[in-house]
């Protein structure tokens, strides 16, 4: 399984020190800026349409950070400047991974092999102009969006599996923290009815996000899982 890595390296810049201090120099919380910097790719749309598109955050959050975000900026350039960040966070932590080119080639071509469809969020990332950075910068673009498409494809196994936001949130690793972090009200529902369609909706996930790892010959597949659990050990050590 590919997902913690991916989840933890593909949305490092967003909780790196200097990336908040980066969103408070453009006048933005960090809320704000988690918000708007993933959903400003999509363009200068509705406040419910982010939070469609994001899923699992309470929809009054997301108007609250949306509406903030772009008293400040455009969504579209809060968006440039975390994909600015995603790519200064991979200059600085991925330069020196071992192997970072062979992760790069293979990242990407997992990227531009997974199919969009019903995955708003990453179809926008995708299609923004990446800045023709070195190594470490390519593959942490790659691995956001890696993260984008397993993040599109949980909230589709949600959808199926019957789960409103809350209870795949309170069912989830994080349990209540993510509830209250995405800015849900308690009390919140009873975990045990719902540890088993959260299950299945994470291996929902994990499907659709294997048939973009199956664009890959058996050898290289396993090479970009190696890859990416070695390069999650060598950036987090712990």
């Not at 939070?51 to 455009?74: K, Y």
């Not at 199956?214 to 050990?233: C, G, K, N, S």
């Amino acid at each position: 399984m590919i997902a913690p890595a991916v989840n933890r390296l593909g949305g490092a810049f967003l909780e790196c020190p200097r990336t908040l201090r980066r969103a408070r120099e453009l006048g933005l919380t960090g809320w704000a800026c988690y918000v708007a910097g993933r959903g400003g790719a999509l363009g200068d749309v509705r406040p419910d349409t982010v939070a469609a598109a994001l899923g699992l955050i309470a929809p009054e959050a997301v108007r609250d950070a949306w509406d903030a975000a772009r008293r400040a900026l455009s969504p579209r350039e809060v968006a440039a400047h975390m994909l600015a960040e995603c790519c200064r966070w991979g200059s600085e932590h991925l330069d020196d991974a071992p192997k970072v080119d062979r992760l790069v080639e293979l990242a990407e071509k997992t990227v531009l092999a997974a199919d969009a469809s019903g995955l708003p969020l990453f179809a926008a990332w995708r299609a923004m102009p990446v800045p023709d950075d070195g190594p470490g910068a390519r593959a942490a673009v790659a691995l956001h969006l890696l993260r984008e498409h397993r993040a599109g494809a949980l909230l589709l196994g949600v959808r199926a599996a019957g789960l409103s936001p809350v209870q795949a949130l309170v069912a989830g690793p994080e349990g209540e923290a993510a509830a209250v972090a995405f800015g849900w009200q308690p009390p919140y529902p009873p975990v045990g009815p719902l540890l088993r369609r959260r299950a299945w909706a994470d291996a929902v996930a994990d499907r659709i996000a294997g048939q973009a790892l199956a664009a890959l010959p058996t050898p290289d597949r396993t090479d970009l899982v190696t890859l990416l659990r070695t390069t999650r050990t060598t950036v987090f050590p712990r």
